[in-house]
């Protein structure tokens, strides 16, 4: 079995979860999970964990995104994107400059409210099943962090942006604001995901060029290492005795260590077997005075 992450380049067309059951075949095995759902008309960087890599989705869900899209003025529907039924129409009457206003005055926290086409739930139903069914209901609005928006080209109506954001930030629903913002309305005409944390659009792959890579024998110098995910935590490697301790997810104590640490400068630390196995991610407990596994990822060997 394959473990470790991938940089996918999802095609337009089809959702995230059909590029999954596309890799499953290729890398012909079932433990495989993306980070992060793209709809299906939006394109771009899609991480997908492999093997005990799997258990790394929530973390790479959590982080920042940069994505490149493109901004409809004048209309507005009810997916918040051109794939939708057209609710209102209006004359663009704005300039250049307030359009460009308008859209930097985003950048900060704002609280969004999701849209109903979306995967989130309400009640124990997705929003987009909802909405199928003619139902819309009331949501939360949620904060959400605008990191950045560079405006890349205006050619009213449409405007060429790219924005760095936190988790959970629908770019439909900034384009559908920036619209109301500027009384004209506005949707999403395209959208391209261009980063994940450190996974970028250049280094991305499509589904055919890992095939290819497979047949070729070269995908696996293509795949990031489980542990490669946490470079800014020290190493620390387990004395050969104290191994199946380890494994097995039990809390360890300094002197299990080659290292000995000090959990002043150690506070979390990436631990390894004897034979440099990855196991896992462990945190320092000052109270109980030893490191607790915060996330295991060992593999075992076949016969431990």
Not at 103 to 113: A, E, L
Request: aromatic share 8%; proline share 4%; charged share 25%.
């Amino acid at each position: 079995m394959i473990s470790g992450v991938i940089n996918v380049y999802k095609e337009k067309g089809y959702t995230s979860h059909d590029a999954v059951a596309k890799l499953r075949g290729i890398l012909r095995q079932k433990k495989i999970g993306h980070t992060g759902t793209l709809d299906p008309a939006a394109e771009g960087v899609l991480p997908v964990c492999l093997g005990t890599g799997t258990k790394l989705c929530d973390m790479l869900t959590d982080t920042d995104k940069t994505y490149r899209a493109v901004l409809l003025l004048g209309q507005t529907t009810d997916t918040q994107d051109t794939t939708g039924t057209v609710l209102t129409e209006a004359p663009v009457q704005v300039t250049e400059e307030e359009v460009c206003s308008c859209i930097r005055s985003f950048v900060g926290t704002y609280d969004q409210i999701p849209p109903m086409y979306s995967a989130r739930k309400v009640q124990g139903k997705k929003l987009y099943e909802l909405a199928r069914a003619g139902v819309e209901v009331e949501r939360e609005a949620r904060q959400v962090t605008i990191r950045d928006i560079c405006i890349e080209r205006v050619e009213l109506p449409e405007v060429t942006f790219s924005v760095d954001c936190s988790k959970g930030t629908y770019i439909r629903t900034l384009c559908h604001d920036i619209g109301v913002r500027l009384g004209c309305g506005g949707c999403m005409k395209s959208l391209k995901r261009t980063r994940v944390g450190g996974f970028t659009l250049e280094e991305s792959l499509t589904l055919a060029q890992i095939e290819a890579l497979r047949d070729s024998g070269a995908l696996a110098e293509h795949i990031l290492p489980v542990d490669q995910m946490f470079p800014e935590l020290p190493r620390a490697h387990v004395l050969q005795e104290f191994d199946r301790l380890i494994w097995n997810g039990n809390p360890m104590k300094r002197g299990w260590l080659k290292e000995n640490p000090d959990p002043a400068g150690w506070e979390r630390i990436r631990v390894y077997d004897w034979q440099g196995r990855f196991c896992g991610i462990f945190r320092w407990e000052e109270r109980k005075g030893h490191y607790a596994p915060e996330k295991m990822f060992l593999q075992k060997m076949q016969g431990e």
